[in-house]
């Protein structure tokens, strides 16, 4: 079965949201190059 969603080595797509803490815009290509985790979630 192949599997979907983003793998080890993968560009992951450029979104960009809003930073809670300081309000501004921050993008996934701020961080090409370097490692990052990020945290979201849902409630519904």
Same mark, same amino acid.
């Given at each position: 079965?192949?599997?979907? !969603?983003?793998? %080890?080595?993968?560009? $992951?797509?450029? %979104?960009?949201? $809003?930073?809670?803490?300081? !309000?501004?815009? $921050? ?5 090409? !190059? ?11």
């Amino acid at each position: 079965m192949p599997s979907s !969603g983003v793998q %080890i080595g993968d560009i $992951v797509p450029d %979104i960009s949201l $809003v930073d809670i803490e300081t !309000g501004e815009a $921050v993008a996934t290509s701020d961080f090409l !190059g370097r490692r990052a985790i990020f945290f979201m979630w849902a409630s519904w």
